[in-house]
């Protein structure tokens, strides 16, 4: 079992940062992928950004390509979400998902999710 609580969320206007959070605990962390997704009111959830065990290799969705940047810190079993340049659009519940397995891009294969954090981006 993994345990994953995410932190960092809060009100920004345009234009401003925000650096998410999400600290694991439980099994080893550094096996697992890592993925952020978030949802909007009204909205399916959506894949925004994922990371390899290693943090070799990442992924994006178009929407926050070159705006945002996934990280990970495998000796603080935390992976982070560096968010600049936020919009309006950018509002949602934000959440960090574990697995082994996982489909990039998608909730596939994500086994072990958090309870989520608020973003709100004000125009």
């Known amino acids: 079992q993994v345990q994953l609580v995410e932190s960092g969320g809060g009100l920004v206007q345009a234009g401003g940062s925000l650096r998410l959070s999400c600290a694991a605990s439980g099994r080893t962390f550094s096996v697992y992928n890592m993925g952020w997704f978030r949802q909007a009111p009204g909205k399916e959830r959506e894949f925004v950004a994922a990371i390899n065990w290693s943090g070799s290799n990442t992924y994006y969705a178009d929407s926050v390509k070159g705006r945002f940047t996934i990280s990970r810190d495998n000796a603080k079993n935390t992976v982070y979400l560096q968010m600049n340049s936020l919009k309006p659009e950018d509002t949602a519940v934000y959440y960090c998902?574990?697995?082994?397995?996982?489909?990039?891009?998608?909730?596939?294969?994500?086994?072990?999710w958090g309870q989520g954090t608020q973003v709100t981006v004000s125009s």
């Open positions: 998902a574990a697995g082994f397995q996982i489909v990039v891009g998608t909730p596939r294969g994500h086994n072990y």
